[in-house]
């Protein structure tokens, strides 16, 4: 069996969470997570969001990006 990949997409939570918001939590000084991890924003799930809903997002960009109808899919 061959298989080519055609179309690639992802999708993130749409729940922002920023830096700053967890050097306040954790008391830290503004800049360290940033400078520790490289991390300047981290996406969490949404509420209504779960991991099947984004990966069939995500499926769905794909083919649109491959040119590829969903009837064609199985």
């Known amino acids: 069996m061959k298989i080519r990949i055609t179309g690639v ?3 993130l939570g749409s729940d922002i969470l ?3 918001t967890l050097e306040n939590y954790f008391k830290r000084d503004p800049g360290t997570v940033e400078q520790l991890s490289g991390v300047t924003q981290l996406h969490r799930m949404a ?3 779960d991991l099947v809903t984004l990966a069939k997002d995500a ?3 794909a ?3 491959a040119n590829v109808p969903l009837e064609k899919v199985t």
């Open 47 to 49: 509420a209504g969001e």
């Open 59 to 61: 499926a769905i960009d």
């Open 18 to 20: 920023h830096p700053e």
């Open 63 to 65: 083919l649109t990006a």
């Open 9 to 11: 997409a992802h999708r």
